[in-house]
Nanobody
Framework: QVQLVESGGGLVQPGGSLRLSCAAS????????MGWYRQAPGKQREWVAL???????NYVDPVRGRFTISRDNATSTVSLEMSSLKAEDTAVYYC?????????????WGQGTQVTVSS
């Protein structure tokens, strides 16, 4: 069992930056693929970014070049650095962990953190 706790959401103006963090419990954080989804009002949950256990990152096209995902295995945290934020980035952002020891991977979710981009 993995527990994920997000932090860092809030209100930011268009063009601004925000950093989300996700702290994971458990001692085997390093083997998980970690990532972020988001869900905007009235829309389906959308995958945003992931980082593998080896540190390889991937992003959905609308955020590529603006968002950066990183992980710190020593502190069991994953972060999402968001810059050049747009109104369409407004959503609840959810951290997830994918345990590769099962197929399909067991997925764990955080509770979500609100990001609002508005002037």
């Amino acid at each position: 069992q993995v527990q994920l706790v997000e932090s860092g959401g809030g209100l930011v103006q268009p063009g601004g930056s925000l950093r989300l963090s996700c702290a994971a419990s458990g001692s085997i954080f390093s083997i998980y693929t970690m990532g972020w989804y988001r869900q905007a009002p009235g829309k389906q949950r959308e995958w945003v970014a992931l980082i593998t256990s080896s540190g390889r990152a991937n992003y959905v096209d609308p955020v590529r070049g603006r968002f950066t995902i990183s992980r710190d295995n020593a502190t069991s945290t994953v972060s999402l650095e968001m810059s050049s934020l747009k109104a369409e980035d407004t959503a609840v952002y959810y951290c997830y962990a994918a345990d590769p020891r099962s197929f399909p991977p067991q997925i764990y979710w955080g509770q979500g953190t609100q990001v609002t981009v508005s002037s």
